[in-house]
Structures are given as structure tokens and as C-alpha cells.
């Protein structure tokens, strides 16, 4: 059974920082790219960051370049998402995302930047 399960959302001030993390069960991680993708209220989802299967390339959205750092941990089955100076535009449901020869989807974990 495939599964991604994100975590590590919360509320935080602006300037503040989160991690989150997407566990990943089910299929081979490491032939998969991973990616962070976000939906804030009322809008589309967004790409967020991207990272190849082995972790030599990166890729970030310009909303967060220079703020957020996408990383995986192949041996964990992890990717990670380090965000810094957030805010309060960055509030959204934040989604962790597999593709190669399928796409998986994870449920979502909820980001809140907010004095």
C-alpha cells in the first residue's frame, strides 16, 4: 500500500521557521522525484520545490527561492522541506509528492504564518 504521510505543520509567526517531513511507504523512493506542492484557501495548488531521485538537483518556485530548502533522505524513505523567514503568504496546505512511473499524492499537512 502506497503511502505518503506528511508532518511537522504548525502555526508560526511571521519570520519564523518550520521543517516538514513526508514519510514514504509502498514503492521504491529512490527511483522516485519528490516534490512540495501548496494550496492556500481559495486558490489553485501551487509547485513549491522539486528534487531528483538521487538529490543532486533541485528546483524551487521564485515565491520561496533563497527562504525554503527541499532535501530527501533515501535510506529513510524521507523528503524533506526546511522553511525559514516565512510568511504570512506562505499560509497553506502544504503536499508531498511522488512521481516516475506513477504519481502518488500525499493527504496534506497544514502551514499557518500568523502574528
Known amino acids: 500500500q502506497v503511502q505518503l504521510v506528511e508532518s511537522g505543520g504548525g502555526l508560526v509567526q511571521p519570520g519564523g521557521s518550520l521543517r516538514l517531513s513526508c514519510a514514504a511507504s509502498?514503492?521504491?523512493?529512490?527511483?522516485?522525484?519528490m516534490s512540495w506542492y501548496r494550496q492556500a484557501p481559495e486558490k489553485e495548488r501551487e509547485f513549491v520545490a522539486i528534487?531528483?531521485?538521487?538529490?543532486?538537483?533541485?528546483n524551487y518556485a521564485d515565491s520561496v527561492k533563497g527562504r525554503f530548502t527541499i532535501s530527501r533522505d533515501n535510506a529513510k524513505n524521507t523528503v524533506y522541506l526546511q522553511m525559514n523567514s516565512l510568511k504570512p503568504e506562505d499560509t497553506a496546505v502544504y503536499y508531498c509528492?511522488?512521481?516516475?512511473?506513477?504519481?502518488?499524492w500525499g493527504q496534506g499537512t497544514q502551514v499557518t504564518v500568523s502574528s
Open positions: 509528492n511522488a512521481v516516475h512511473w506513477s504519481v502518488y
Open positions: 509502498g514503492f521504491t523512493f529512490s527511483s522516485y522525484t
Open positions: 528534487i531528483s531521485s538521487t538529490g543532486g538537483t533541485t
